[in-house]
Every structure is written in structure tokens, then in C-alpha cells.
């Protein structure tokens, strides 16, 4: 299977700073890397994702960066707000058709106003 | 659009009792995910299924089975319930392309007490 590592696993940021989430994934051929965002009580939603043949994808405030050959990605949170708080999980895929998803330990991110 | 659906949403039931917990994949998605997610926990990985076979398996307790019937519908049965299974378990899919984007139910938070 495959191993998420996931830092820092809290995150308190003033209203406006960035946020650096980062995770490390052991098995090499996963090759699709999504974040979800959960808040308090609700499912987890993807807010960005990235395969393997590009190196960085940005979507307004966010952006994820993955370097296949130290197996990390990281992602970017610029201008945050206070609705940013949650807890954000990044996710490697594994398994017979490369779809299953391992979840990292999350990061709890607090946006102070 | 039709998201995943899962029922009931609310479970409680006592020690050494049985639960089976329903999800509808989104139409024509064929691949089947579920998550147990503790208190504070990221979600682990439990079992899917793919054109309805078990396709992976991870850290599910031999009490529990899940099958995927020939809707795509699955079902988790959960015997011998313990204190420790109250938690929340979460259904997603994905479609037929390797390595999408799995979309979550909102989750069956069961309670044994």
C-alpha cells in the first residue's frame, strides 16, 4: 500500500498570510494527488488535485506542487481567510488500478481574523 | 447533480449489535470506497470495490463485510459492535477513468454505546 505523511499537523496563520501545508508519500508509482477540505462534521471535498505529469497547478488562492523524485507535495493557501479554517488532508493514490486514495494525518488550519 | 448517498445518517446502537450502513455510488461510477473516520482521525481506509468485486482491502476488522451489489449500491454489515467502532464512516466513488477524483458521501456517524 502506500504511507501519507502529512505536516504540520496544526496551523494558525493571520487573515491574509499564506498557509504551507506539506506531505510525503512512499510508493513511487502513485501518479494522482488530491486535497480535501473537511470541516467540522462534513465530508471531506476536494479543492485541488494533481497528476503526475505536471509539477505545479494553481486555482486563485491555491496551489499544489509535486516533486516526483523526493516524493512530496505541497500545497498553498495565499490571501487566506477566515472561512479557510478547517482540516485539510492531502491523499496519495495506490492499489490495482491506481484509484484508491491514503489519506495524511491532516492539518487543522486556524485563520485568525 | 446526484451526489453519493448514504443512510442512514444517524446510527446508534449497543455493544454486540449488528449495523448495516448503505451507499449509492453517483450514476455510473462503478468504484466504491469506504472510510472509517474517528474523532480528530484522518479517514483509514476500510475497503472498495470495482464493478462489483472487492478490489482493496485495508484496515477493516474481520466483523465487518461490505459487498457491492448489481446497482452499484453497497452495503457495510458491522457485527459484534464494539465502543470503538462509534465513528464516522464515509462512502465515496469514482468513475470509470483510473486515478479520479472520489466524491464523499456525508457520511453514517454510528454511536455504540
Known amino acids: 500500500g502506500e504511507n501519507v505523511e502529512q505536516h504540520p499537523s496544526t496551523l494558525s496563520v493571520q487573515e491574509g498570510d499564506s498557509a504551507v501545508i506539506k506531505c510525503t508519500y512512499s510508493?513511487?508509482?502513485?501518479?494522482?494527488f488530491p486535497w480535501y477540505k473537511q470541516e467540522l462534521g462534513k465530508r471531506p471535498q476536494l479543492i485541488i488535485d494533481?497528476?503526475?505529469?505536471?509539477g505545479e497547478k494553481k486555482d486563485q488562492r491555491i496551489a499544489v506542487t509535486l516533486n516526483k523524485t523526493a516524493k512530496h507535495f505541497s500545497l498553498h493557501i495565499t490571501e487566506t481567510q477566515p472561512e479557510d479554517s478547517a482540516v485539510y488532508f492531502c491523499?496519495?493514490?495506490?492499489?490495482?488500478?491506481?484509484?484508491?486514495?491514503?489519506f495524511g494525518g491532516g492539518t487543522r488550519l486556524m485563520v485568525k481574523p | 447533480a446526484a451526489g453519493v448517498i448514504q443512510s442512514p445518517r444517524h446510527l446508534i446502537k449497543e455493544k454486540r449489535e449488528t449495523a448495516t450502513l448503505k451507499c449509492y455510488p453517483i450514476?455510473?461510477?462503478?468504484?466504491v470506497y469506504w472510510y472509517q473516520q474517528g474523532p480528530g482521525q484522518d479517514p483509514q481506509f476500510l475497503i472498495s470495490?470495482?464493478?462489483?468485486?472487492?478490489?482493496d482491502k485495508g484496515s477493516i476488522p474481520d466483523r465487518f463485510s461490505a459487498q457491492q451489489f448489481s446497482d452499484y449500491h453497497s452495503e457495510l454489515n458491522m457485527s459484534s459492535l464494539e465502543l470503538g467502532d462509534s465513528a464516522l464512516y464515509f462512502c465515496?466513488?469514482?468513475?470509470?477513468?483510473?486515478?479520479?477524483?472520489?466524491?464523499f458521501g456525508q457520511g453514517t456517524r454510528l454511536t455504540v454505546v
Open positions: 465515496a466513488s469514482s468513475g470509470r477513468i483510473a486515478v479520479s477524483e472520489a466524491f
Open positions: 470495490f470495482y464493478e462489483k468485486m472487492q478490489s
Open positions: 450514476p455510473r461510477h462503478d468504484t
Open positions: 494533481i497528476r503526475s505529469n505536471v
Open positions: 510508493d513511487s508509482a502513485s501518479n494522482y
Open positions: 491523499a496519495a493514490s495506490w492499489g490495482n488500478a491506481g484509484n484508491m486514495l491514503t
